[in-house]
């Protein structure tokens, strides 16, 4: 794909040169904004018909479908087309948008109906979240996914600077109805988007995983990088306090402030501009460091919650909400960055979904909780606890911190080879067993065993199973590395998920071997059944 020349020294705004990206990101900002419509129109008719539990609970049935569908969604993000994989789940939330509109037109809106449909709209949003987020990669140069990434994640930020307030303004002009088909119209333009990008497939030499596997792939992946797992566990502790704030906010403007609705999107209002202008310091902040920058927000944002406990005065709540959504969008734009800089293209999808099911679900599990202490002890003590609960999180980075990267994983510059098969195998044959032989002078054992402590964990997250070291007990100068993957497909794609990084890695190995020595390697097939003449009549398979 080609791209247009970029500075070096690329500034944030930079990606938006690019003709696809910029079209699909302003078509994002205007579905954002109906989303945001439509949540305001949402709250408010829960708070006019029901409790202030099922008020918290709106913001539960939104985004309870990205963690119980965030990981599938990765992985038919990585498997498929990702423009494809979009314009399907928006189609799943265009028509949610439209039940939902005609039941509200026709006055059969319950707080159970209200509920389902909000879940149901969050499916399809939740499908096409690991499917958007991991597309900068296939629109922008390597040197501009930062930016984009960050761009990105402003995009629901800037539509929440003015949407909320237009959609208070909707909700008390023209009612809840009016905001609900606001909301079904926004999807076109990014629809229109997509349709027009002309995405360039990406070159496989295998077919995709099945669903459940793939799945699995990308659990493994994350459970064998570190970086990536402390970033997704930071995560849930981020969705949960900041849930406090979230789900809160209707009842603020209503209790409180003795608001409307009118009020209640002015809030919102403040605190997407708040980080709206946080992405001007964002990159001069990330040079403090990732975990700096994440628990230096989480002090902020106590501060802002405390803040907000005690104020009844709508001019002091705006401009805390003003700093909280700046803290907000740094801290979860911080860690978003990372992760997809940690990640390699082929597992993005699956690791931005991670990352989206544990804020969603912290969210959705937070929401319930602070909107239960918010009924049974108060408003004002519900905010208390969680601002007293983020005071002390940054405590976390003293044993789960998050690690600082510049520059995106990089794939290898050419694939490697396809190994000699003179056996007749299918894709599906299996399981394979890869044996790699080392003669490693003794004197060098202690460090050769530590670096294939590494290649041991990066075999396990390309999806290699069972990994053993062994020392020969005649010969102590002899190793052998074992492991195995299901198929033969499998192998083939566990070999070609290597980064450049990981490639460099596996090649200081040979610099432990013995003068003449090189690795001797041998791929086995286990239980050859169908690979064998077992009667005089049948046909060889093997040729």
């Known amino acids: 794909m080609n791209h247009p020349q970029q500075p070096h020294k690329a500034g944030v705004f930079a990606p938006l040169v690019v003709p696809t990206f910029r079209n699909i990101w302003l078509a994002s900002l205007i579905s954002n904004t109906g989303a945001l419509i439509q949540g305001v129109g949402s709250a408010w008719v829960m708070a006019e018909i029901s409790t202030p539990s099922m008020v918290a609970m709106v913001q539960t049935a939104t985004f309870l479908p990205m963690a119980l569908l965030a990981i599938p969604a990765g992985a038919i993000a990585d498997m498929y087309d990702r423009r494809k994989s979009q314009i399907a789940a928006l189609s799943i939330a265009l028509g949610g948008a439209l039940i939902l509109t005609l039941l509200s037109l026709a006055g059969l809106i319950t707080p159970w109906s209200l509920l389902g449909m909000c879940f149901f709209i969050g499916c399809g949003m939740a499908l096409y979240g690991p499917a958007w987020q991991s597309s900068p990669g ?49 999807y076109f333009p990014v629809l229109l988007a997509l349709l027009a990008w002309r995405r360039t497939p990406l070159p496989t030499r295998l077919p995709p995983e099945r669903l459940g596997r793939a799945m699995m792939s990308g659990m493994r992946y994350i459970v064998h990088m570190q970086p990536v797992r402390t970033a997704i566990v930071r995560s849930v502790v981020t969705g949960i306090l900041g849930a406090a704030l979230l789900s809160m906010m209707p009842l603020i403007a209503r209790d409180m402030l003795g608001g409307s609705a009118r009020v209640f999107g002015v809030m919102l209002g403040f605190f997407g501009f708040g980080a709206v202008a946080a992405i001007f310091i964002l990159q001069p902040i990330r040079r403090f460091g990732n975990e700096r920058v994440v628990s230096g927000c989480s002090l902020v944002l106590a501060a802002c919650v405390a803040c907000l406990a005690i104020s009844h005065n709508l001019a002091a709540t705006s401009i805390v909400l003003l700093i909280a959504g700046g803290a907000w969008m740094i801290q979860v734009t911080t860690v978003n960055i990372a992760v997809q800089l940690f990640v390699p293209r082929w597992v993005t999808g699956r690791a931005v979904a991670a990352l989206n099911a544990t804020v969603a679900g912290g969210i959705a599990g937070g929401a319930a909780i602070w909107g239960i202490v918010a009924q049974q002890h108060g408003t004002q003590t519900a905010l208390l606890t969680a601002a007293t609960i983020l005071l002390i999180s940054p405590l976390m980075g003293l044993v789960l911190p998050i690690a600082d990267r510049e520059n995106a994983a990089r794939s290898l510059d050419e694939p490697l080879a396809d190994p000699e098969v003179n056996l007749g195998i299918t894709g599906r044959s299996g399981p394979i067993i890869i044996e790699l032989a080392y003669r490693v002078p003794s004197e060098q054992a202690r460090e050769f065993y530590d670096l294939m402590r590494q290649i041991q964990r990066i075999r396990a997250r390309n ?15 002899r190793w052998v590395e074992r492991y195995r993957t299901p198929t033969w497909h499998d192998y083939l794609r566990q070999r070609s998920r290597c980064t450049a990084e990981e490639m460099i890695i596996q090649q200081r190995s040979r610099d432990f071997l013995a003068d003449g020595a090189h690795v001797e390697v041998e791929r086995w097939l286990e239980r050859p059944f169908g690979s064998v003449r077992w009667r005089a009549e049948s046909p060889d398979q093997g040729g």
């Not at 040197?143 to 800037?158: C, E, F, K, R, W």
């Open 463 to 477: 999806g290699a199973y069972d990994w053993s070291l062994s020392r020969n007990i005649n010969d102590p100068e």
């Open 138 to 186: 296939e629109q922008v140069p390597p040197n501009l996914l930062p930016q984009a990434v960050a761009l990105n994640g402003i995009s629901y930020n800037v539509a929440r600077s003015f949407g909320p307030a237009l959609g208070g303004a909707i909700v008390a002009t023209a009612g809840a109805t009016a905001a609900f088909a606001a909301n079904f119209l926004c």
